[in-house]
Every structure is written in C-alpha cells, then in structure tokens.
C-alpha cells in the first residue's frame, strides 16, 4: 500500500510540474480571437524577429505576397521597443532580391542608432543566402561594429550608407575601374556617372524638407548578375508624390498626360481642358503612382537650374541602350517598371515604402 501511495504522490508531483512549465509557456503567448495559444518564439526570454522565405518587393509578375510579407518584417524592424534586445534571425531565408536588402539595412540602421536596439544575428541556413548577407555587412551592422568603406579595396561593394552627396565619386569610380576595368566608353561613362550623381544629388535637394536628424541618408547597392550591372539607390525622404506638388511645371506635365488620364477614365473625354486640370490638381486626385510618371516626363526641375533634374534623363538613356534593361522607381506606394525602350507601366502598391527607390542595370559587354 505504502509503495501505491508513493506512486500516487510521485505522479501528482510531476502532473504539478508539467502544468507549471505550461503555465509558464503560456505566460508569453499572444492569444487571437480563436483564442488559440500562438508561441512568442524567443531565445533565452530574448524576442525573435523572423524574416520571410523570400525578401523582395518586386511585383511586376502580379506576386504580392512577396512583397507584403517583406514589408510586414520591415515593420515590425521599424515597431521594437527603443533600448531592447532582439535576435534578427534569418534562418529561414532563401531568396534575397537587392531592392529589399536595402530597405532591410535601413531599418537595421534606425533601429541600432535611433533606437538603441541591441540586435542579435542568426544568419540563414542557405549557404548562397548567407554569404550575400555577409556581403552586405548585415551581420556587421547587427553587432554594431563599425563600418568603414575603403572602396578601392572591395572587389564587390558592400552596401554603402551615406548621406547628401558623400560617396558618389567613389562609387563611380569603384564601378569605372574594378567592375568596367577602365574599358567603359567616355560617353557612357559620362552618362553612368551623371545617373548616379544626379539621382544622389536630387534626394539630397528635394527628399527630405526637414534633415533627419541634421542629415539626410540614403543607401545604395551595386551587383553583377549575369553580365548586367545592377545598381539601387533608397532614401526614406517624404517621397516623389510629395516633391512633385512643388514643381512649378507640374501643371504642364498634368496637360501633358491627359490623354493617359482620360485612357484611365479619371477624367471625362467631354471635359475641356481647363476642367480636366482642375480635377485633377486638387490635393488627392494622382495617385502615387501616376505621381512617379509625371516626374519622369521632364527633366527640369524644381530648381531650374540646369545641372540638376538630369538623372532621370540619364538613367532612362542606360535603360534604352540595353536590351535587357529595367528601371524600377518606387516610391510611398507608388511603383514605375520600365523595360528597355517600352513605355512604363504603373503599379499601384498595397503598403508604402516609406521613401523613393531608385533600381537599374546596365550592360557590362
């Protein structure tokens, strides 16, 4: 009987264990409205933020799961407690695109100095996918080593992080001489240099109003597939569809487009002229989108001054010289794809970027 007891009391006391480990579980779920118990994974009580499968934002195939799955870890980077302690855990990860790795850096970069995050890296288990994070000095700038560029020595350039105009003549010349290897001709030269110039050049006049913090970043990144040149540039400013209300030609460029808006049906065909620019100046009417298409259309800016406003000029002229060529510019959640000669198609985009990207490729033979 004593030994049955025993049994008894030894079952009870480890029935008592098992419900004060699930008590313990539960204590960090999150609960729905199904009232199913969700885990908070976590790694010695501290959060983990997981990536997605695939970080892209590309959507011109019409996949805007990518995307929206993209911008919803960028989010939850861009929501951590100021002062906390987090894993960034890339485990996961397979497909990394150059367009959301710059969005990826950026949040990472506001979440170490502006909120005074401490992030934690757990790199991919896709070799390919771990190697282009290190490339990019992801797990870098998660330990919050200092980052140095001395561009002469890198034969594939890391992500660079700048601001105003600082960089762009060693990029230039980093592309010119180590990815070119001095055989690019002066006239596309000219034209390559003066797209990354101006485009550097136009966030530091117009993206952001009011300086971040006394300064006004951008992040750009350069690769080589497949014998093309890919180069992306990200500023996280107020954005294209709120500069180009303050282009003193911006109703020229609504004259111009006119016939594309009454295509869309946003204006009557039977509306003067005079009707159909009223509509269509007042606060709201151009979507974010139609807003990227009118500042491609002239290459006079805000400043009139003619050094400036000639990137989109120059950019489009690298596209068309290219068979293979892409322009990609979003910006808030307007998005313009642009192949080669072709006219470009407008993309209105689920969720905002929060900024202008600016991506293109050229041919390196």
């Known amino acids: 009987m004593k030994k049955i007891a025993d049994s008894k009391k030894s079952t009870a006391i480890s029935l008592a264990k098992r419900r004060h480990q699930l008590s313990l579980r539960r204590k960090d779920a999150v609960y729905d409205q199904t009232k199913r118990i969700q885990k908070t994974n976590s790694v010695f009580g501290i959060p983990i933020i997981e990536a997605p499968n695939m970080l892209c934002i590309y959507v011109d195939d019409g996949d805007i799961d990518r995307f929206e799955s993209t911008i919803e870890f960028l989010r939850r980077i861009k929501a951590l407690n100021s002062g906390e302690k987090y894993y960034l855990s890339f485990k996961n990860t397979k497909l990394i695109e150059a367009a959301a790795i710059l969005l990826v850096y950026s949040a990472i970069e506001e979440a170490i100095k502006e909120n005074d ?8 288990d896709a070799p390919h996918a ?7 000095n992801i797990p870098k700038l998660l330990s919050n080593s200092k980052i140095e560029y001395f561009l002469s020595k890198y034969e594939n350039l890391p992500i660079i992080s700048g601001q105003s105009n600082s960089y762009t003549d060693e990029v230039v010349d ?3 001489e180590r990815v070119f290897e001095d055989e690019l001709d002066p006239e596309k030269e000219s034209i390559f240099g003066s797209a990354v110039t101006e485009t550097v050049d136009n966030v530091d006049l117009h993206a952001y109003p009011e300086p971040v913090n006394g300064s006004k970043p951008w992040w750009l990144v350069c690769s080589v597939i497949d014998k ?3 180069l992306a540039i990200y500023d996280k400013g107020v954005g294209i569809p709120e500069t180009i209300r303050g282009k003193q030609d911006l109703l020229a460029r609504i004259r111009n487009s006119l016939p594309y808006f009454k295509h869309r049906g946003k204006i ?6 005079s009707q159909a620019l009223e509509i269509l100046r007042e606060p709201g009417s ?15 800016s805000s400043t009139h001054q003619d050094k400036h406003g000639q990137g989109s000029k120059s950019i489009k002229a690298l596209v068309d010289d290219n068979e293979q060529g892409k322009l990609w510019i979003f910006s808030n959640k307007g998005l313009l794809v642009k192949e080669s000669a072709k006219a470009g198609n407008l993309i209105e985009l689920p969720s905002s970027i929060d900024g202008t990207l600016i991506q293109w490729n050229i041919k390196l033979e």
Not at 130 to 136: A, D, E, F, T, Y
Not at 268 to 273: D, L
Not at 286 to 300: F, G, H, K, Q
């Open 228 to 230: 093309q040149l890919f």
């Open 174 to 176: 980093h592309i010119k």
């Open 117 to 124: 995050c401490s992030l934690h890296y757990i790199p991919p």
């Open 268 to 273: 009557s065909s039977e509306m003067s002229e």
């Open 286 to 300: 151009l979507s974010d989108a139609e807003s990227v298409m009118l500042s491609m259309m002239s290459d006079v």
């Open 130 to 136: 771990r190697k282009l994070l290190k490339s990019k």
